[in-house]
Structures are given as structure tokens and as C-alpha cells.
């Protein structure tokens, strides 16, 4: 968008006014990504934080070679996968076994981007590359080649991490059996 763009050099060039203008465009999607990555409300308000800060620091490092909102969504990606490391080494509480489901009447548009604690659960579940794809692609509504450009990996890989990770939520979900053996007809 040449709307960022504007904004992105007005804030490098002091205007914090922009700064706070492309952080209001951004901070839903932002969250959005980042608490389907991160699966809790807290952890992933942090790692909004931290994009936004990283992106406060970095900002004359986009060097407008993708979309701004390509670049920030890396960032996003990037900071999720960073402080989900920290927690593995920290072992943290383990998540309550339910959650309510999120209020659909919600006016807090925030609220509204968390998942069915089943899918929450099932997504939570899957490896970090395919969680990634299929949160990018099927959640957030990114074209495959936008979101290869996101992770910077090729179509054809976004495609099988897809093709995997979908497989493997359907099977955790009791939509698809464990094996992929087609059903016989008994009477033929």
C-alpha cells in the first residue's frame, strides 16, 4: 500500500504521529496472527508489543522490496516463533483444559479473533511450520503467494505445509480418520 509507504517515511523522518497511524491500520491483524500463533490472550498481546517495538526500531530496514504489510506480518511470524522458544525453555503453566468460547455479540473486535478451544487446541498441536501456513492462508486470508512471501519460503512449500497441517488438524479434530484408506463397499 503507498499509504504505508507515505507513513513509514514520515515516521523515519521524526513524525510520530505516522508511527501511531500505521500502528492503528495494523494492530488487529497483528494480534490476530499473533494469538493464533501463540494461543493465549497474554502471551500474545506481548508478542503485539514486541512487533510494534521491533518495527519502531527497525522501520529503515524495509528496504520496499514486498508489501509493508508482508514485511510486518514476517515480523509478526518472527517474534511468535522467538518468544514461543523462550517459553519452551522456561516450562511454563500449562493451559487450562477449557476456555470459554469467545463471545460472538463481543464489541471488543480483539476478542472476537480467538478460536473454539477444540481448534484452538488442535492447531496448538501442530508443527510450528504447518501451524504457521495454515493460520496465514486459511485464518488470516493470505494468498499462497503472499503468504510464501511472508515466510519466505516457495508456492510449493506453503502448498505442502498446507496440504499437511490441514490433514493433521482435520485428524485431531475427528474429521479425517488416521488412515487415508479409502472406505470398501462390503457388498462389492
Not at 83 to 88: G, V
Not at 113 to 136: H, M, Q
Request: with cysteine; net charge negative; glycine share 4%.
Amino acid at each position: 500500500m503507498s499509504e504505508d509507504n507515505e507513513l513509514l517515511d514520515r515516521f523515519i523522518a521524526g513524525d510520530q504521529e505516522a508511527f501511531n497511524a500505521l500502528m492503528r491500520a495494523h494492530e488487529d491483524r497483528v494480534f490476530a496472527i499473533a494469538l493464533r500463533m501463540m494461543r493465549n490472550r497474554d502471551a500474545a498481546l506481548d508478542a503485539t508489543q514486541e512487533t510494534f517495538l521491533t518495527l519502531y526500531r527497525k522501520a529503515d530496514r524495509f528496504h520496499r522490496q514486498s508489501a509493508f504489510s508482508t514485511w510486518l506480518y514476517r515480523v509478526t511470524i518472527n517474534t511468535c516463533y522467538d518468544q514461543l522458544r523462550k517459553q519452551k525453555r522456561r516450562r511454563a503453566d500449562a493451559l487450562p483444559e477449557t476456555n470459554d468460547p469467545p463471545d460472538t455479540h463481543s464489541a471488543d473486535e480483539l476478542a472476537s479473533a480467538e478460536l473454539r478451544p477444540d481448534l484452538a487446541r488442535a492447531l496448538a498441536e501442530l508443527p510450528e511450520d504447518f501451524r504457521t501456513a495454515v493460520v496465514l492462508s486459511d485464518f488470516e486470508g493470505n494468498s499462497l503467494d503472499t503468504v510464501a512471501e511472508i515466510l519466505e519460503v516457495p508456492v510449493g512449500t506453503v502448498k505442502s505445509r498446507l496440504f499437511r497441517g490441514r490433514r493433521l488438524l482435520a485428524q485431531k479434530l475427528g474429521n479425517l480418520s488416521a488412515t487415508s484408506k479409502p472406505q470398501r463397499d462390503e457388498h462389492g
